[in-house]
């Protein structure tokens, strides 16, 4: 097991790559918190990681943590949250609880020395993430956003295409995420008081796309359509960033959406298909240039690509990654902020 007492940056920076090869290859203990749908994606996908293993899991049903801990073979089945920081010996551990409990979770674990990956949003809101980043850094804790497209190969891909200029100057980034919602099937999107609603739960991902590819914008205009519960039910929104580029972001859980993420410059366009956020591959059109489409054949959910990533950075002794930094993660959530402000989404007993 990585010890939670990590050595500093510098010492790792010196350790040959075949040394490092060897770390990597020591098992890497995970413990969950929260048993919903994504918790059970992750944990499949943790059979794919270079090391993980699922070792603990928690819940507020002991019988729901027992069936999980049976099913994905964790050594340690809990029936409340806070009895995870009994288990010794983990190395990290995964928040997957609704909105609402994330930051008072993460803070528990950082509070116990245990290192976090956060389910996004990292927080309700602003406040509360640079609490969750205060906490880690006075600690020396790792924590990271668990924002797994960022780490996924075809928006790596998309990344570095973006970065190098071949699409030339841009003009125009179109994303949207958006699927017919069912209240007894979704009941926790419906709820106010979980921090539900279309903007924290799926909104975050065409934020998370403009604000990777092209920056902070210089305005951002919004509106949003709420339902019968109070929860914001769709929000388009407007990122300009000067008089040749914006971005137009969309949410909604109202209907199914195409889902892509569409890059225009004055050259060529970068198109990612439907669910641009999941696990896919992107179409490349250059003026003058061969189309390019690529071919990555994903054998897993997509999470498991975070999770290399967590245990690559504690191998190394880091507290934070450079793909997906905590300045990234505040800033992020302060763009969720000003969307919420202008389109008057409140969760009053967290925005006081």
Request: net charge negative; charged share 25%; glycine share 6%.
């Amino acid at each position: 097991m990585f010890q939670r007492k990590h050595l500093p940056s510098p010492y790792f920076s010196k350790i040959t790559e075949a040394f490092l090869s060897c770390i990597m290859k020591y098992i890497f203990k995970w413990g969950i918190i929260g048993l919903g749908k994504i918790a059970e994606k992750f944990a499949e996908d943790l059979s794919h990681t270079e090391n993980g293993v699922l070792h603990a899991v928690a819940s507020r049903s002991i019988d729901k943590a027992k069936d999980f801990a049976t099913k994905h073979k964790a050594q340690h089945a809990l029936g409340s949250y806070p009895e995870i920081l009994n288990i010794s010996d983990l190395d990290a551990v995964y928040i997957a609880t609704p909105h609402n409990l994330h930051a008072e979770n993460t803070l528990m674990c950082l509070e116990a020395g245990i290192p976090v990956l956060c389910e996004k949003p990292l927080a309700i809101n602003l406040p509360q993430a640079q609490e969750m980043v205060a906490l880690a850094r006075s600690k020396n804790i790792f924590l990271m956003d668990a924002i797994w497209t960022r780490f996924l190969p075809h928006f790596v891909e998309v990344k570095k295409i973006v970065d190098s200029g071949v699409l030339g100057p841009i003009t125009s980034l179109k994303a949207d995420f958006g699927f017919q919602a069912d209240p007894q099937k979704h009941k926790r999107l419906f709820n106010k008081d979980l921090g539900g609603g279309a903007l924290l739960d799926i909104g975050i991902y065409p934020i998370f796309a403009a604000y990777t590819l092209l920056g902070k914008p210089r305005e951002i205009y919004a509106k949003a359509a709420f339902g019968d519960t109070g929860v914001d039910m769709k929000v388009d929104m407007d990122f300009v960033y000067d008089i040749t580029c914006s971005a137009h972001l969309t949410c909604t859980l109202l209907e199914d959406t195409a889902s892509d993420l569409i890059i225009e410059g004055e050259w060529g366009t970068l198109e990612v298909g439907h669910r641009f956020h999941g696990p896919n591959n992107y179409d490349l059109r250059i003026r003058d240039k061969p189309r390019k489409t690529s071919n990555f054949k994903y054998n897993c959910n997509g999470y498991m690509y975070e999770a290399n990533e967590v245990a690559r950075c504690i191998g190394l002794g880091q507290t934070e990654s450079e793909y997906m930094t905590l300045e990234f993660s505040l800033e992020l959530m302060h763009l969720l902020d000003q969307v919420r402000k202008k389109v008057g989404i409140f969760y009053l007993q967290y925005d006081v």
